[in-house]
């Protein structure tokens, strides 16, 4: 990977990383409902209600496991919700009625959710828990956003021929990688004080690679420090021997901070964007690993062909 035009790797950076299913977990929204299902249906008779709040006390005094449903209408995770106004503070339970159901009562009439379901603003509350579960889940992207570079790369990783705890291991920390292969990592921990974990390491004949991974969709601050930390952790790999330090990153927060990167390309070999993985990297970086082996192999075969003639 050497002669390498920086301005032009840069140019390729991607604004966005999300995969399909990035968006919503449909899976999730659907089960999540499905376990509330029966309990909806029998809220769906008080929808168009003359006199709802009777009719409220007639199913909740019945079917009191109807009430772990109202979290949900009002778009809250839990089984508790918290209350207050010139009438006094309340943490209702809607797992197990803490109050009377008069109180309960004033809860849904204080809410809006008697208005809501009495006056038809919803025809039926299971597809309003699939709208509610819907918006929820879209604030679960942020997490879900925070590994897509990870499972991209773990993707390439597989595609290239390697398979999961045999010759690849995700979160693997420096002293484990130490244990299971015999070797002194003690250049990147500080001589032991940093409790370094790599996303990923690949092991091959003759080396180790320590994977680090991550995607940048805007600038900030933390983009430079990033920079001059995996400069100087690959300045440290390249002094034990059998060990290699990559880098895949990408995105187009990385512009803001092109000059860190710049430095740190400049001096370190194996650092990779999305677009080098499109073209094979993967497997160029590592068949290259076995291509020594074969070559010395040859050369054993070799040598003993002669000594045998």
Not at 33 to 58: A, M, Q, R, T, Y
Request: glycine share 6%; charged share 30%; aromatic share 12%.
């Amino acid at each position: 990977m050497t002669n390498r035009n920086f301005d032009e790797w840069l140019s390729k950076f991607r604004p966005s990383i999300s995969s399909y299913d990035y968006y919503i977990d449909f899976a999730k929204v659907v089960r999540n409902v499905d376990e509330i299902k029966v309990e909806l249906n029998i809220l769906n008779s008080l929808i168009g209600s003359k006199n709802i709040e009777e009719e409220f006390e007639k199913i909740v005094t019945k079917y009191p496991e109807t009430l772990q449903c109202v979290p949900l209408l009002l778009a809250v995770r839990g089984n508790e919700i918290y209350a207050q106004d010139e009438e006094g503070a309340f943490q209702y339970n809607f797992k197990k009625m803490n109050y009377s159901v008069e109180q309960y009562k004033v809860f849904m009439r204080k809410t809006g959710l008697f208005d809501m379901i009495a006056n038809h603003l919803v025809n039926n509350l299971v597809d309003y828990a699939l709208g509610i579960e819907t918006g929820l889940d879209s604030n679960g992207r942020k997490n879900r956003g925070g590994h897509q570079m990870e499972d991209l790369v773990e993707k390439y990783i597989a595609a290239a021929g390697f398979e999961k705890a045999v010759n690849y291991f995700k979160e693997m920390y420096l002293r484990d990688i130490e244990e299971k292969w015999n070797i002194d990592l003690s250049a990147l921990s500080n001589q032991g004080k940093a409790a370094k974990r790599f996303d990923f390491v690949i092991k091959t004949d003759k080396m180790i690679y320590g994977i680090e991974t991550n995607f940048y969709g805007g600038g900030g601050s933390k983009l430079n420090e990033t920079a001059r930390s995996y400069k100087m952790l690959s300045q440290e790999a390249d002094t034990i021997e059998g060990f290699t330090f990559v880098w895949f990153t990408d995105g187009i927060g990385w512009k803001s901070a092109r000059g860190n990167l710049r430095e740190t390309f400049d001096v370190m070999d194996t650092i990779y964007s999305i677009d080098d993985m499109e073209n094979g990297v993967m497997k160029d970086l590592f068949r290259l690993n076995s291509n020594i082996r074969c070559i010395e192999m040859e050369e054993m075969k070799l040598e003993y062909d002669d000594y045998v003639s």
